[in-house]
Nanobody, 122 residues
């Protein structure tokens, strides 16, 4: 059974940092891109960041560029999101995802975690 499990969410003040982790199990994701999406209440799920299967290519939403950093673990079955200079508008449930094709649409990702809440207070 394939599982993606996120951790590291929480409550932080504006300007603070959090590091999200995602551990995947049930199959190897060595040939999959892995990424992060987020969904705020009343809004659609939106792309945050993704990394290539080898972890050498990364891309970001404009809203987080320069503040967030995505990276993959050595086994390629884990992915991390370092979030710095957090803003209240970053408040959302953050989801880890894995996919083989496409780029940054939720439709491009086949496997999803359950999400972890990130709340940034002003």
């Amino acid at each position: 059974q394939v599982q993606l499990v996120e951790s590291g969410g929480g409550l932080v003040q504006a300007g603070g940092s959090l590091r999200l982790s995602c551990a995947a199990s049930g199959r190897t994701f060595i040939n999959y891109r892995m990424g992060w999406f987020r969904q705020a209440p009343g809004k659609e799920r939106e792309f945050v960041a993704a990394t290539s299967s080898g972890g050498t290519i990364t891309y970001y939403a404009d809203s987080v560029k320069g503040r967030f950093t995505i990276s993959r673990g050595d086994t390629k079955n884990s992915v991390y999101l370092q979030m710095n200079s957090l803003k209240p508008e970053d408040t959302a449930v953050y989801y880890c995802a894995a996919g083989q094709f496409g780029r940054d649409s939720p439709r491009d990702f086949s496997f999803w975690g359950q999400g972890t809440q990130v709340t940034v207070s002003s």
